[in-house]
């Protein structure tokens, strides 16, 4: 599987030899906790150098605030995204952000202005506990911890996707469509940096795990390959092959389609984010029902609008208000529906002036954290 990967890998950067621009080539395949591993593991990080807040507004003041379960390796809303901000407007407050996935004892940073540092001890309790996925029931199971949720005043679920019953021990929930995460600081400066220096070509990017619930092989059954014969196809994102066969499948119908993707596997966000600059069009054709959720956002729909990708979306996935008048969505259920939305997007791009003209979204990084904080303190 490595050697397909990095077959087409080497293919694409011959035809479009831009996508490595500014990034050495042993770190295309580096993930983000590899490359950020220092944020996790230096005493102190002063995150101002490169993650810029312009927004200064004072929303709250003399809260203790936990962000229980953010990671420490990306600098999206769900990363140091929404904590940063929250040390920028909530005023002489004690702010602290801890991780555990794959850890015997959380990681706990402190994080003051734009500034973290690492700590060792939790408070007694908070005055809002914002907690990601599960991590509120394993909290409940460890004696300290536990009583930490407990004594707190105020519990928020952020849910992330997931459809299993293990949302309790909060007293509000985010629904779905309220936390498919804007494009943070950092990424958007990547962006305009790239889109400033190259020109669209014509790629179209699939981005995503290769299995049932993203929904690909559905996407190529349904595809008019005479649509896409001028576009070169990108997959990118590890092959789950769930079920057994599915990877195999998609490689069938594409050959029966005479559709020759590139099948490139992870690569670093920085790649990544080359990738959808340098795409007219990125296809999202994910459904979660499948899955067992009746709701579900894609996490890359900001990234992919950020990149100024024209967006093709499955009406299955949950659409968040400020993303729908920016997406073309299709469903999947209806004949021909993925067709037509494809010529639409190629319509588009095919006028000069798509990049400017389009609406991109009505809603910033800051915007957001500022609608999910306001709740977050809402008793």
Not at 120 to 134: G, M, N, P
Not at 266 to 286: D, G, H, R, T
Not at 320 to 339: G, I, K, R, W
């Amino acid at each position: 599987m490595n050697s397909l990967y990095d077959t087409c890998l080497k293919q694409l950067l011959d035809l479009f030899p831009e996508l490595a621009s500014k990034i050495s080539l042993q770190n295309i395949r580096k993930n983000s906790k590899q490359l950020n591993y220092n944020l996790a593991e230096d005493a102190t990080v002063d995150h101002s150098l490169i993650f810029n807040i312009k927004n200064n507004k004072k929303l709250f003041s003399n809260r203790k605030v936990l962000f229980a379960h953010f990671s420490p390796y990306k600098y999206e809303l769900e990363g140091w995204g929404l904590p940063l901000y929250a040390s920028k407007c909530l005023e002489d407050s004690v702010i602290h952000m801890s991780y555990q996935k794959g850890l015997n004892r959380p990681k706990l940073f402190e994080i003051n202005d734009l500034k973290s540092k690492k700590i060792d001890k939790f408070l007694e309790y908070y005055d809002v506990i914002i907690a990601r996925s599960s991590v509120l029931n394993n909290m409940k199971r460890d004696n300290v911890l536990g009583k930490i949720v407990d004594n707190s005043k105020h519990v928020v679920n952020i849910k992330t996707m997931s459809h299993k019953p293990n949302y309790g021990n909060a007293d509000h929930y985010f629904e779905e469509e309220e936390m498919c995460p804007v494009a943070g600081p950092v990424f958007k400066k990547s962006c305009n940096s790239f889109l400033k220096s190259y020109p669209k070509k014509n790629i179209i990017l699939i981005p995503g795990t290769i299995w049932y619930f993203k929904n690909q092989l559905k996407f190529f059954e349904q595809i008019d390959s005479h649509l896409i014969k001028d576009y070169t196809v990108v997959l990118a994102g590890e092959n789950k092959d769930i079920p057994s066969g599915y990877f195999q499948k998609i490689i069938d119908i594409c050959k029966n389609k005479k559709i020759n993707p590139a099948f490139i596997g992870n690569v670093s966000e920085e790649f990544l984010i080359n990738l959808y600059c340098l795409s007219k069009i990125c296809a999202i054709p994910m459904d979660p029902r499948p899955y067992g959720s009746p709701k579900g956002y894609p996490r890359v729909l900001g990234e992919s609008i950020e990149g100024k990708c024209i967006t093709l979306c499955n009406k299955a996935t949950t659409v968040p208000e400020f993303f729908s008048d920016t997406l073309l969505v299709y469903d999947h259920e209806v004949q021909n529906s993925l067709n037509k939305i494809m010529k639409e997007a190629k319509s588009i791009v095919s006028k000069e002036n798509y990049i400017k003209d389009h609406n991109w979204g009505k809603i910033t990084f800051e915007e957001q954290c500022e609608q999910i904080l306001k709740k977050c303190f809402i008793k």
